[in-house]
């Protein structure tokens, strides 16, 4: 079964901390990644947004921000939910 771009990026968020719009686009062909957080969001996970400039260019940057117990929550729940 394939995961939905929203598990994809909690996934890739948990590895490696933050994500952009151009890597959700080129990792997950995700357009559309403010909606995809704000999905995360309503299912209770605290994501924080940053914008960064690199020169005359402004973007968002998302960052999971977990407490330690939680983290090892929903990541267990979800590789449960594999089986």
Not at 6 to 26: G, R, V, W
Not at 35 to 64: C, F, P, Q, T, V
Request: with cysteine; net charge positive.
């Amino acid at each position: 079964m394939k995961q939905t771009q929203s598990k994809q990026i909690l996934e890739y968020l948990t590895t490696h901390n933050s994500i952009t719009p151009l890597e959700a686009l080129n990792l997950f062909g995700c357009f559309r990644l403010g909606a995809r957080i704000w999905d995360l969001k309503r299912e209770g996970y605290n994501i924080k947004m940053e914008l960064e400039n690199n020169g005359d260019k402004h973007y968002a940057k998302y960052s999971l921000i977990l407490s330690r117990e939680m983290a090892v929550y929903k990541i267990n729940e979800e590789i449960l939910s594999r089986f």
